[in-house]
Structure formats: C-alpha cells, structure tokens
C-alpha cells in the first residue's frame, strides 16, 4: 500500500493500523493488512434513518469507523418491521476489532477480505449466520499457499468498489462499518425471537448442503438453530442433498460408500480447518495487543 494513502485513510477512517506481514510468515498470508478498532453503531437518533439506509441502499458515512448523517441527509425515521423497531432501543455499540488482507487475488475477486476478529464472526461462533464468506483455504499470494479464516460478506454487489486503491479500501471499510451495524440488527433479532433479520438485500450465500458441509463444523451449533451439534442434527440431511446433487455426475455405487463414510472426511477437514484458524486468530490477538495498548 502507498504511504499518503495510509496517512489520508487514517485521518478520515481514524482508528487504524498498517501491518506489513514478511514473507516468511508461515501463519498469516505475508503482505499489507489493515488492523481496525471501531465503533460501528450509529447515534441512537439516527438509528432508524440508517436502519432505513441499509433497506433501501442507500448512501451515507463513515466518521472515525463510526456510521454518521450528513448535515443534508434526509432523516427517515418510519419503521415497519415490528422486531426490527423492538431491538432498537436495546441495540448496545460494542467495539470490533477487525482484520483486512489488501494483496487479494482473483480467487477473492480483489476485493480486501474482512475479518471480525474480536468479538469473533463465524460459523461456529453464528451458525445460523446470513452474511459470512466461507474459507479461503490455500490461496496462492506471494508465491506462497496461504489459509485465510471465513470473512465477512460486506459487499453484496460483487462488483468492483472502486476505481483507485484508495477509494477500494475506503469502501471496504465503510461498508465493513455498515455490515456491523446490520449484524448487531440480526444479532438482537436473532436472540430475541430466534428469527435473525438481516436489513438489506438478504442474498443466501449456501444455495446446497454441500456448502453447509464444508464450512459448518459437525461438532458445532447446527444451523438450525435447534440447539444440537451440527452432526447430530441436519448433517444427514445435508449429506443427502449432497448424494442427490452429485448422483448424474458421479458412479452410484461409489456414491452411495461415500455417503456412508463421509463422517470422517468431514471431521478431519474440519479439525485442520479449526487448527489453521486458531492459529490465525492467536497472531491476530496478538497483533492487536501490539498495536492498539
Ligand atoms: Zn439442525
């Protein structure tokens, strides 16, 4: 990353920090990652404006990490949504602490990946969660393979953020802020009458079980919300829907032994998928002690 960049990223977005990870890093993918502190949440006056913005997509700001009203918004404060308008009150401004990968490669469209660190967002932390990227396992930067852990799904357009570096990154971390706010929004919903509510566009990242087999751990919350292990609750169903799916592409009879098998190879994915993340995670705990107190 261009050091004036950082400098003008910094003064407007505020509590960031630029890391630079070597080549040899082993645990992390090595190049520029942002480290970010915020406080997402908006004003309590302007909550339900901004509730209103997410629905509708429209614009708006970022102060120092945090959402705000332009002078010349419009203030729309009509509510429809009965829950949405019950957790409102409540709605608490904790701080995240987030990750971003700015050398991004085509497999990640080279858009930044997101992480929310701390509190952490994932499937086994939010099984039941509407707007999370599944891992990116391997990916080749530097000439190097490297896992990254599920990020967050801040973009829902897909398409490019913008022109310049700059104006990539302080996208990425505008709607990073956004993203934030609409998951305290399903957060509360979602505890308070088990129904999460994501404002927004709500496209479903899993369209098969096959992808709730590779990113949901079996020895975690299914994604039912039921409030059994994964592996004693729809995993069955899910690997059904697998052996439907691949049946035109794949032999029976092979099919059907690996249908039988296939508790294992999940398990042991998994186990390695969780040893990477936590592995990932320590560093990054440990990259935040370093930079922020
Ligand atoms: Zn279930």
Redesign the pocket.
């Given at each position: 990353m261009n050091s004036l960049i950082y400098e003008k990223l910094r003064k407007e977005f505020g509590p960031i920090h630029w890391v630079q990870i070597p080549n040899h890093s082993k645990i992390i993918a090595p190049g520029d990652w942002l480290l970010a502190r915020i406080k997402p949440i908006p004003l309590r006056e302007h909550l339900r404006t901004f509730v209103n913005i997410c629905i509708e997509e429209k614009t708006f700001c970022v102060d120092k990490g945090k959402l705000t009203l332009d002078v010349d918004d419009p203030i729309n404060e009509k509510i429809t949504n009965k829950a949405v308008e019950k957790v409102l009150n409540k709605l608490e401004d904790p701080i995240y602490e987030i990750m971003i990968y700015l050398n991004t490669t085509e497999a990640c469209s080279y858009q930044p990946l997101v992480f929310s660190i701390n509190p952490l967002i994932n499937y086994l932390t939010y099984p039941t969660h509407p707007h999370i990227n599944c891992y990116f396992n391997d990916i080749k930067v530097m000439q190097g393979k490297y896992f990254f852990p599920q990020s967050i799904c801040y973009n829902d357009a897909n398409n490019s953020l913008g022109d310049t570096e700059y104006e990539i990154i302080k996208e990425s971390l505008w709607n990073t802020s956004l993203w934030h706010f609409r998951h305290r929004i399903w957060e509360e919903t979602q505890n308070s009458t088990n129904k999460g509510i994501w404002i927004g566009p709500n496209k479903e990242y899993f369209d098969n079980g096959y992808n709730y087999l590779t990113e949901l751990n079996p020895y975690g919350l299914?994604?039912?919300?039921?409030n059994?292990k994964?592996y004693e609750?729809?995993m069955e169903k899910d690997l059904k829907e697998l052996d439907k799916i691949s049946k035109n592409i794949l032999n029976p009879n092979y099919r059907k032994a690996e249908l039988r098998t296939s508790l294992y190879p999940y398990r042991k994915y998994h186990s390695q998928m969780d040893m990477k993340s936590r592995k990932f995670l320590q560093y990054a705990h440990e990259l935040f002690s370093k930079y922020y107190d």
């Amino acid at each position: 990353m261009n050091s004036l960049i950082y400098e003008k990223l910094r003064k407007e977005f505020g509590p960031i920090h630029w890391v630079q990870i070597p080549n040899h890093s082993k645990i992390i993918a090595p190049g520029d990652w942002l480290l970010a502190r915020i406080k997402p949440i908006p004003l309590r006056e302007h909550l339900r404006t901004f509730v209103n913005i997410c629905i509708e997509e429209k614009t708006f700001c970022v102060d120092k990490g945090k959402l705000t009203l332009d002078v010349d918004d419009p203030i729309n404060e009509k509510i429809t949504n009965k829950a949405v308008e019950k957790v409102l009150n409540k709605l608490e401004d904790p701080i995240y602490e987030i990750m971003i990968y700015l050398n991004t490669t085509e497999a990640c469209s080279y858009q930044p990946l997101v992480f929310s660190i701390n509190p952490l967002i994932n499937y086994l932390t939010y099984p039941t969660h509407p707007h999370i990227n599944c891992y990116f396992n391997d990916i080749k930067v530097m000439q190097g393979k490297y896992f990254f852990p599920q990020s967050i799904c801040y973009n829902d357009a897909n398409n490019s953020l913008g022109d310049t570096e700059y104006e990539i990154i302080k996208e990425s971390l505008w709607n990073t802020s956004l993203w934030h706010f609409r998951h305290r929004i399903w957060e509360e919903t979602q505890n308070s009458t088990n129904k999460g509510i994501w404002i927004g566009p709500n496209k479903e990242y899993f369209d098969n079980g096959y992808n709730y087999l590779t990113e949901l751990n079996p020895y975690g919350l299914c994604r039912c919300g039921r409030n059994k292990k994964y592996y004693e609750c729809c995993m069955e169903k899910d690997l059904k829907e697998l052996d439907k799916i691949s049946k035109n592409i794949l032999n029976p009879n092979y099919r059907k032994a690996e249908l039988r098998t296939s508790l294992y190879p999940y398990r042991k994915y998994h186990s390695q998928m969780d040893m990477k993340s936590r592995k990932f995670l320590q560093y990054a705990h440990e990259l935040f002690s370093k930079y922020y107190d």
